[in-house]
């Protein structure tokens, strides 16, 4: 597992890679508090795991980010975790995007 | 957000009766739930809904509104009325095929209910515990015959038709989804986590002074039975093993005066104490006191909250060889010793494993435990008022496009 932070202008972006569960969704938390924009893009590009413990993390950051007038958009899902957000119907919770840049993009917009 | 959910609610002894109390104690804290309003079955003379008097800041009020009775043919129409007159945000219905009746008349109309309250233009959404396709009707005391099951089967197939008129449908086991998206082409059911009771602290594993106790937990005389058990405990205990069975709960609704025959049927056997209904506050003992716990069950109808809590105090557990818990132990990272249902010697030798291995409870204890950890109802809870948004938002863009001609706007 890997967590890879960066700023793109006003947005703050979360990369994350391997698995994606109980045992990272504590450090995913932590970031949030840590982050000071409520403009967050996590891409999923190299997660090929990802179980309830995550999806309630990033739930819990979209919530956070929405409460403070921004919001949480995820982006470059694999086949395995966009069926899992398709089977919790979580795909319709979120924004989701093909690429980060697309989802910085939609902060702009 | 106001909130009614239909469901048992204790001390209401109807199935499902804990999830909702663990469910809806979260769901109050959630702040942009403004108000939780159970609409509840009427209890027996002599018991009452506790009153919403000690509020705390920051949880929302709850009323209590008993509207429906277990086994009546008119609940549909009252829960209807009731959440017309309340008018909430929206209905949750906590349930599973049986919760409105044993008899087959009384269980297919309490389930009409869902469908005609989003009728009545309330966004619905439905927590079903079983799936009609997976349950063992001859085991849960259904389908005496073939010709009678598969007439069920039938009408189990209209009611989850009429279910999934629902908003938005969920289940607690991913293989559900897929028969439901299969069989009804359904787009709308989805996958939501059990969730784990309590935030309990990190468990004892060492046993209690005195006998080692096997404990079994639930509602029991359906597809729970406890003669197996009982002929197991009689085993174990032939072959010198210092041992108390604790038989923890009461009778299925279905099967009143169950629990008395099995004890009478053993009363001549030492070490087995029933004890009747566990109250919330002593549920932490039973479990903690207890180096095995037991399922002793001829089918499932769902995921088991009983497990969860199992693996909450770090126990150790025996579950029979049955499709869904299995798949559940797997995908939520559970372990337990298993047994071949209706077979005491299988029971007793899967007892024995435990019993004599201290270090393999202990283990199984912790697995369980960390499995149990993974999601808090509290984050399920959050997830349920996503959907109960998104649901919202889509009902509110419904009604301010005009309904196609002669049926329901799309989903």
Redesign the interface.
């Known amino acids: 597992m890997a967590l890879i932070t960066r700023g793109s202008g006003s947005v703050a972006v979360l990369e994350i890679a391997g698995r994606f569960d109980a045992h990272v969704a504590p450090d995913v938390l932590a970031w949030y508090k840590q982050t000071p924009s409520s403009a967050v893009v996590v891409n999923l590009a190299g997660v090929n795991f990802i179980d309830s413990s995550a999806l309630a993390a990033l739930a819990g950051g979209m919530k956070r980010c929405r409460q403070r007038g921004g919001d949480l958009k995820l982006c470059g899902l694999q086949q395995p975790v966009r069926i899992i957000f398709e089977l919790t119907r979580m795909e319709r919770a979120f924004d989701i995007f093909a690429t980060e840049a697309e989802a910085v993009a939609s902060f702009t917009i | 957000m106001r909130i009614a959910i239909v469901t048992p609610y204790p001390p209401s002894a109807g199935s499902l009766n804990e999830y909702a109390f663990h469910f809806i104690r979260f769901l109050r804290q959630k702040p942009e739930v403004r108000e939780v309003i159970i609409l509840a079955d009427e209890l027996p003379p002599g018991q009452a809904y506790p009153a919403d008097t000690e509020r705390q800041p920051g949880v929302a009020p709850l009323r209590i509104v008993p509207c429906w009775r277990f086994g009546a043919l008119t609940n549909s129409l009252r829960i209807v009325r009731a959440a017309r007159d309340l008018a909430p945000d929206i209905v949750l219905f906590n349930i599973q095929f049986a919760s409105f009746g044993s008899a087959k008349p009384a269980a297919a109309l309490g389930l009409l209910a869902p469908a005609l309250i989003r009728l009545a233009g309330i966004p619905v959404i439905v927590l079903l515990h079983n799936i009609m396709e997976t349950v063992d009707l001859k085991s849960a005391g259904f389908g005496a015959n073939p010709l009678a099951e598969r007439i069920i089967r039938a009408f189990g197939s209209i009611t989850t038709r009429l279910l999934l008129r629902a908003d938005?449908l969920a289940v607690t086991i991913?293989r559900y989804?897929e028969i439901l998206e299969a069989k009804y082409g359904a787009m709308?059911v989805?996958?939501?986590?059990h969730g784990s009771f309590d935030e309990a602290p990190p468990p004892s594993f060492e046993p209690p002074p005195g006998p080692l106790q096997i404990m079994t937990f639930g509602k029991f005389g359906t597809y729970k039975k406890i003669e197996p058990l009982v002929a197991a405990f009689r085993q174990l205990t032939a072959a010198g093993r210092d041992l108390e069975l604790v038989i923890a709960g009461t009778d299925s609704p279905n099967a009143p005066g169950y629990l008395e025959g099995v004890r009478q049927s053993c009363a001549d056997l030492p070490g087995v104490r029933f004890t009747g209904y566990v109250a919330e506050e002593d549920v932490p003992r039973i479990f903690g006191d207890a180096s095995v716990v037991v399922f002793p069950y001829t089918s499932t109808t769902g995921s088991s909250g009983v497990l969860h809590q199992a693996g909450n105090y770090g126990r150790s557990v025996v579950l029979p060889r049955l499709g869904d818990l299995a798949e559940l132990i797997a995908e939520e990272g559970y372990t337990g010793e298993f047994f071949e249902p209706d077979d005491p010697q299988s029971l007793a030798d899967a007892l024995a494993r435990l019993l004599d291995d201290p270090a393999l409870r202990r283990s199984m204890g912790t697995q369980n435990y960390l499995a149990a950890?993974?999601?808090p109802m509290t984050?399920v809870v959050?997830?349920y008022l996503?959907?109960a948004q998104?649901v919202l938002k889509t009902s509110a863009a419904r009604r301010q496009v005009p309904a196609s001609p002669g049926g329901m706007a799309p989903r």
């Open positions: 938005l991913p989804v709308h989805l996958l939501a986590p950890c993974g999601l984050e959050e997830w996503l959907h998104n």
